[in-house]
């Protein structure tokens, strides 16, 4: 009778090199985890630069907390009365999702800066307020850093605030131009570049992907 071994294919050496390079791999990777010890801590994450999707990465991440059952909150600081695919998608999750939009709009839409600071300023507050609360576990500050970058609000303030947030809070930041100030702060900075953009090529904001 013969050993179904025996019919096995033999390991060819471009197989065997792969095998070898991932058992490495593995091997650096499982001691990389290893070596971190902090199992939990809430984070202070900003997603900045001129590309598309730092709001977007921001409600994706919003929405795997949601899949876990987490209470969030959101204040938008800048996009005023736009109706958005993501406001729709959260506002399904009622009784875990408190939303506020703040703006008025963009800042070359109002043309009024005390209007601007002052709109600015509220939803500051509604973010402390959401901070403050113990049963949110994640909030996202959409835009914020377009009201710091006009200086609507005191820098020093915000990022104090921030920082001195509670230990388990994990908090979402997003817009153009962050704050040298805010990035040093932040716990994990990712910046969106631009490759290539259809607006350049004429294509006007769509339903259901810019908004």
């Given at each position: 009778m013969t050993d179904a071994s025996d019919s096995a294919?033999?390991?060819?050496?471009?197989?065997?090199?792969?095998?070898?390079?991932?058992?490495?791999?593995?091997?650096?990777?499982?001691?990389?985890?290893?070596?971190?010890?902090?199992?939990?801590?809430?984070?202070?994450?900003?997603?900045?630069?001129?590309?598309?999707?730092?709001?977007?990465?921001?409600?994706?991440?919003?929405?795997?907390?949601?899949?876990?059952?987490?209470?969030?909150?959101?204040?938008?600081?800048?996009?005023?009365?736009?109706?958005?695919?993501?406001?729709?998608?959260?506002?399904?999750?009622?009784?875990?999702?408190?939303?506020?939009?703040?703006?008025?709009?963009?800042?070359?839409?109002?043309?009024?800066?005390?209007?601007?600071?002052?709109?600015?300023?509220?939803?500051?507050?509604?973010a402390q307020e959401l901070m403050a609360d113990p049963a949110i576990r994640l909030v996202v500050l959409d835009e914020l850093n377009i009201a710091l970058r006009y200086d609507y609000l005191p820098l020093d303030e915000v990022v104090a605030a921030l920082s001195a947030r509670r230990p388990d809070l994990h908090v979402v930041v997003t817009g153009r131009n962050a704050k040298p100030e805010l990035i040093a702060a932040a716990d994990l900075v990712t910046e969106m570049t631009v490759v290539k953009h259809h607006f350049a090529a004429g294509v006007k904001a769509q339903q259901g992907i810019e908004f």
């Open positions: 294919p033999a390991e060819t050496d471009a197989e065997r090199r792969h095998r070898d390079k991932m058992a490495k791999r593995k091997a650096v990777q499982d001691a990389e985890v290893a070596s971190k010890t902090i199992k939990s801590k809430g984070l202070l994450m900003v997603n900045t630069g001129p590309g598309k999707g730092k709001s977007t990465a921001a409600f994706g991440l919003a929405m795997r907390a949601l899949g876990y059952g987490w209470p969030i909150g959101v204040v938008q600081f800048i996009k005023g009365a736009w109706d958005t695919g993501e406001r729709h998608a959260l506002e399904r999750f009622q009784d875990l999702v408190r939303w506020h939009t703040m703006g008025e709009g963009f800042t070359w839409e109002t043309q009024d800066r005390a209007r601007d600071v002052a709109a600015a300023e509220a939803a500051w507050r509604k």
